[in-house]
Nanobody, 126 residues
Framework: QVLLVESGGGLVQIGGSLRLSCAAS????????MGWFRQAPGKEREFVAA????????AYADSVKGRFTISRDSAKNTVSLQMNSLKPEDTAIYYC???????????????????WGQGTQVTVSS
C-alpha cells in the first residue's frame, strides 16, 4: 500500500506561481510512475504531468507545457509540481498519483493510476 499526501495549494493571482509537493510513504520502492491530475468544478479529472522512476520519462498535458515542471526527489520519496504563469483555467483540485505497473510510456489516463492523494485546492484569481 502507498500513501500520498499533497501540500502547497492555495490562492494565487493570475500570472503568479505555486509549488505543489507530494510525499509518498509505504511501499514506495514498487512505484513505477508518479504524477499529477486535476479536476475543476463540473469537469472531468484530467492529466497534468507525470514521470517514470525507471527511464526518467516525463509527460505533460498540452495546456501546461512550458508553464509547469514536474520534479522528483528519490531520497525523500517526493514529487513536486512547479506551476508558473498561472491562469484562471488552472483553478482545480490537484491530485498526486502513483502506480506500480510498468508501462512502455508515461501513463496519462485516470485508470492507469492505482494510488491517489486526497487533493489540494489551487485557485487562480484576479
Amino acid at each position: 500500500q502507498v500513501l500520498l499526501v499533497e501540500s502547497g495549494g492555495g490562492l494565487v493571482q493570475i500570472g503568479g506561481s505555486l509549488r505543489l509537493s507530494c510525499a509518498a510513504s509505504g511501499r514506495t520502492s514498487s512505484l513505477y510512475a508518479m504524477g499529477w491530475f486535476r479536476q475543476a468544478p463540473g469537469k472531468e479529472r484530467e492529466f497534468v504531468a507525470a514521470f517514470t522512476w525507471i527511464g526518467s520519462r516525463t509527460a505533460y498535458a498540452d495546456s501546461v507545457k512550458g508553464r509547469f515542471t514536474i520534479s522528483r526527489d528519490s531520497a525523500k520519496n517526493t514529487v513536486s509540481l512547479q506551476m508558473n504563469s498561472l491562469k484562471p483555467e488552472d483553478t482545480a483540485i490537484y491530485y498526486c498519483v502513483a502506480d506500480a505497473s510498468p508501462k512502455l510510456i508515461v501513463p496519462t489516463r485516470v485508470n492507469e493510476y492505482e494510488y491517489w492523494g486526497q487533493g489540494t485546492q489551487v485557485t487562480v484569481s484576479s
